[in-house]
């Protein structure tokens, strides 16, 4: 007999604004623990050192975080001007100073040639593995390593302001794998500075907006007074990109059984100009989702199956 998983069956997203140091491991667990949820997981990792938006799934929306890590991301960060680290961020040792202070027009010059398809290497304090090996326990070690660049895409970059001469902040909007220490590292190289990140928050992953946040300590007080339902966004809102397919009683019944369903050929000539490579199809029936499907020679075979109440 199998063994009930523990907590309540919870399912859909949360936009989670994650507080300053606090993991992304640990901030799921608060997360999960507040909803008192069965199954919990997050879309692409923040750093302690960093805040901003964290999308939390807890029940059937795991399985749909696939669809989100590949998600374009905004940031915001500070660049401050002067003193590189080890890790280019304020929790590493220094490495080396300067006296050198761009101003804003030379650096928001300088970020043009970072917009586009570039080649990027990543830092050696990152979750890179080298030899079964993350880079960064390599990186503590003092391990000698040489990282391979790797194409990335950075959509726009804006100077957003400053402090004063001894920082600046920039705006990026990129694609995955895109590492802001490794921008502020090659920016600060191409004026001829020294610089790390002081500050860096993250203002959008796909559709999690910061005007669809919640703070972590807000999510527990609503938790706590039960009504926490009203921050949960549906297990589809990863799929903004996915075309949708309304199915019938019957169909529904066997996507949920894993047999795949037959389309008239109105459905597939519909489906064919919005299907991208993946073939990737959302069945739904009435306001819920059933199953992600693959659609292939006018059929759709479930690929994932949603069980919702």
Sequence with gaps: MARRRKGEAVSGWICLDKPLDLGSTQAVGRVRRAFNAQKAGH???????????????LGEATKTVAFLMDSDKAYRFTVQWGEETASFDREGAVTAVSD??????ATAEALKAFVG?????????????????????????????????????IHNARVAG????????IEIECGKGTYVRAIVRDLAAALGAKAHVSALRRTRVGPFTEARAVGLEVLEALCHKADALEVLLPVETALDDI????????????LTQGRPIVLLPRQV???????SASRVVSARHGDRIVALCEMRAGRLNPTRVFHLS
Excluded at 162 to 169: A, H, I, K
Excluded at 269 to 275: F, I, R, V
Aim: charged share 30%; no cysteine; net charge negative.
């Design 43 to 57: 879309a692409g990792t923040l750093d302690p050192l960093a805040t901003g938006i964290l999308p939390i799934a």
């Design 100 to 105: 050198v202070r761009p101003s804003l027009e």
């Design 117 to 153: 398809e570039i080649d990027q290497i990543p830092p050696d304090y990152s979750a890179i593995k080298v030899d079964g090996a993350r880079a960064y326990n390599l990186a503590r070690e003092g391990v000698a390593m040489e990282l391979k660049s790797r194409r990335v895409v």
């Design 162 to 169: 400053s402090d004063g001469p001894d920082s600046v902040d």
């Design 243 to 254: 075309p949708e397919l309304a199915v019938t009683t019957e169909d529904a019944f066997r």
């Design 269 to 275: 000539e519909t489906l064919k100009p919005k299907l």
